[in-house]
C-alpha cells in the first residue's frame, strides 16, 4: 500500500499566486527606487562622463571625476548595472548602447532634460498625490509655495523653470515627434499654427517633413521670446512666432492647427472654448490636429496614459481622456471626419477637418 500522499495541487497553484502577487507588489514598491536611482545618476553626470572617456573606468575614477564618495558612487554604479543601464568588465563601468542614446546630454535623442525636469519638479508635486487625490486639484501651493490659481504662471514661475519645461517637451518631441507628424498625410494644409508650440521642436519637424508648409508657433509673449532665444536659429526660416493667450486672443486664419498635448492641461469647458476658436479661424477644408495619450473606452488602460492621467492631477487643471471624449470635444465644436490614429510609443493622433 502506497503511503505517500500526493501534493494538494490547488494549494500548490494558490501559493504559485500568491507568490506572483507578491513579487508584482514588491515591484511596484521599488518602483520609486529605480526612478531616483536614474534621475541621480544622470543628475551627477554618471553616462556623461562615462561616455566622455576613452575606456571604462573604475568606481573609484569616476568618484574622484564627479566629486563623490567612492562607496556611494560604487553602490549606484552598481544599481545601475542591474538596472541595465551600465556594463562591467567587471570592476570597470561603461554605458550601455541605451545609455549612450537616451541618457547622455550630446545624443540627439537625449532624454537627459525630461529625466531632470521629471526629478526635480514632477517627482516633488507627486511627494503630495494623496493631498490632490483628496482635494482633486494640483499641488503647486504645497511642492513650490506658489498659487496655482493662473496654471501657467505657476509652471513658468521662474525663467530657469520655463527653460526646463521647454527643454522637457524639447526632449519628448525629439523622440516622438516625426511619428506623430507623419501619423496623417499634412501635405496639404500650407499654413498651420502650433498652439502653445513651446520650443518649436514639433514645428522644426514639420517644416522638414513637409517642406511646402510654413508654422507658427502660438505661445505666450515669454514663451516664444525664449524660444527665439535659446530653441530657433536664422536657418529656421519657415517657422514664425506669434505672441498670444489662445484662450483670450484672436486666432489667426490657417489651414491647420496642431494642439500637442494642449487639452489634457484643461478642464472640459476650455477645451471646448479652445476647440470653438480654432473651428472659427480654421479654413473651410482645413483641420485640427491634437496630439494625446489616450485612455481605452473600457477603462482597462494603458497604464502610461493611466499615470499621466494622475500627473495630470497633481500638475494641471486637466486630465488624459478616451478617444471617444475627443470626439465629442470635436464634434461640439463643428469638426467633423473625425479619424484617430496610433502614433506608436505612448500618444495617438486626432485629425478633426472643417468641412
Not at 227 to 251: A, N
Not at 289 to 302: F, I, R, Y
Request: charged share 20%; glycine share 6%.
Amino acid at each position: 500500500m502506497n503511503t505517500h500522499t500526493q501534493p494538494n495541487t490547488s494549494v500548490k497553484m494558490a501559493g504559485a499566486k500568491e507568490n506572483a502577487y507578491s513579487r508584482r507588489i514588491l515591484q511596484y514598491m521599488e518602483g520609486f527606487l529605480v526612478s531616483k536611482t536614474l534621475f541621480t545618476a544622470c543628475e551627477l553626470g554618471v553616462f556623461d562622463h562615462l561616455d566622455a572617456s576613452e575606456h571604462p573606468l573604475s568606481a573609484m575614477a569616476v568618484a574622484q571625476g564627479l566629486s563623490t564618495s567612492k562607496d556611494g558612487m560604487e553602490r549606484l554604479l552598481s544599481a545601475c548595472v542591474g538596472l541595465e543601464l551600465l556594463t562591467t568588465q567587471p570592476i570597470l563601468y561603461s554605458n550601455t548602447e541605451m545609455s549612450t542614446m537616451f541618457l547622455t546630454k550630446s545624443s540627439p535623442q537625449s532624454l537627459y532634460h525630461s529625466i531632470e525636469y521629471s526629478s526635480n519638479t514632477i517627482y516633488l508635486c507627486w511627494h503630495y498625490l494623496k493631498d490632490a487625490v483628496r482635494e482633486g486639484k494640483n499641488q503647486y501651493e504645497k511642492a513650490f509655495g506658489v498659487s496655482s490659481k493662473d496654471l501657467f504662471e505657476a509652471l513658468y514661475r521662474s525663467d530657469e523653470e520655463m527653460v526646463k519645461f521647454m527643454q522637457l517637451m524639447n526632449s519628448v518631441w525629439n523622440i516622438c515627434g516625426k511619428d506623430v507628424l507623419t501619423a496623417f498625410d499634412l501635405s496639404p494644409f500650407k499654413s498651420i499654427y502650433d498652439l502653445g508650440g513651446c520650443s518649436g521642436a514639433l514645428a522644426k519637424l514639420c517644416v522638414s517633413v513637409y517642406p511646402e508648409c510654413t508654422v507658427t508657433i502660438f505661445d505666450l509673449p515669454k514663451v516664444t521670446e525664449t524660444c527665439r532665444k535659446h530653441f530657433l536659429s536664422d536657418e529656421d526660416v519657415r517657422i514664425s512666432l506669434h505672441k498670444g493667450d489662445f484662450f483670450k486672443d484672436t486666432l489667426p486664419d490657417a489651414d491647420l492647427f496642431i494642439l500637442a498635448r494642449i487639452l489634457h492641461d484643461w478642464k472640459e469647458e476650455r477645451c471646448i472654448l479652445l476647440l470653438d476658436k480654432v473651428y472659427k479661424s480654421c479654413k473651410p477644408g482645413g483641420g485640427v490636429l491634437l496630439v494625446e495619450a489616450l485612455l481605452s473606452e473600457d477603462n482597462s488602460g494603458p497604464v502610461t496614459a493611466q499615470l499621466y492621467s494622475l500627473n495630470m492631477l497633481v500638475q494641471t487643471e486637466g486630465r488624459e481622456r478616451k478617444g471617444s471624449e475627443y470626439t465629442r470635444l470635436l464634434s461640439a465644436a463643428g469638426f467633423s471626419s473625425v479619424h484617430i490614429h496610433s502614433a506608436g510609443h505612448i500618444y495617438s493622433v486626432i485629425l478633426a477637418l472643417k468641412g
